[in-house]
């Protein structure tokens, strides 16, 4: 569990940083087994997301830390990050309302994120 706070962490500073538009977190470990946190972020542009995803990439390797899979990155309408127990989503604007990820994992727990790019209520 302390590296997915790690990872968690570090995904949404980078995210934030960045600039990218409305970043939202999900636990969803009630829900399923396929992993703990979803992190959910759009980008302007398909050269946005792909700077987001890029970002995110280089400053977990950074940490030791790789992705187990990424999928979406030469269309870069909604890259999908597997970091095991956090996964990445990084959607264009019109995509993300399009497929609504929130709506369909609305049963987990939106996680409150704090101005100092930290989690407030993230647990094991």
């Known amino acids: 569990m302390e590296n ?3 990872i968690f962490d570090i995904v949404v500073k980078t995210l934030e940083d960045k ?3 409305n970043i939202k977190a999900i636990d969803i470990r009630e ?4 992993a703990s946190y979803f992190i959910i972020a759009s980008g302007t542009s398909v050269t946005h997301i792909k700077s987001l ?4 990439e280089e400053k977990l390797i950074e940490e030791g ?9 030469n269309n870069a309408r909604w890259i999908l990050m597997d970091y095991n127990d956090v996964v990445v ?14 709506r ?3 049963d987990g727990k939106e996680i409150v994120l704090n101005s100092e790019n ?4 993230i647990r094991p």
């Not at 829900?31 to 396929?34: A, G, M, P």
């Not at 995803?53 to 995110?56: G, P, W």
């Not at 930290?118 to 209520?121: E, G, L, P, S």
Request: glycine fraction near 4%.
């Open 19 to 21: 600039k990218a538009k």
């Open 89 to 102: 989503h990084i959607f264009h604007e019109e995509d993300r309302e399009y497929y609504g990820l929130e």
């Open 53 to 56: 995803a890029d970002n995110v």
């Open 118 to 121: 930290d989690v407030a209520n």
């Open 31 to 34: 829900l399923t087994t396929i």
């Open 4 to 6: 997915s706070k790690k």
């Open 104 to 106: 369909l994992w609305q």
């Open 65 to 73: 830390i790789r992705p187990l899979h990424i999928e979406g990155y």
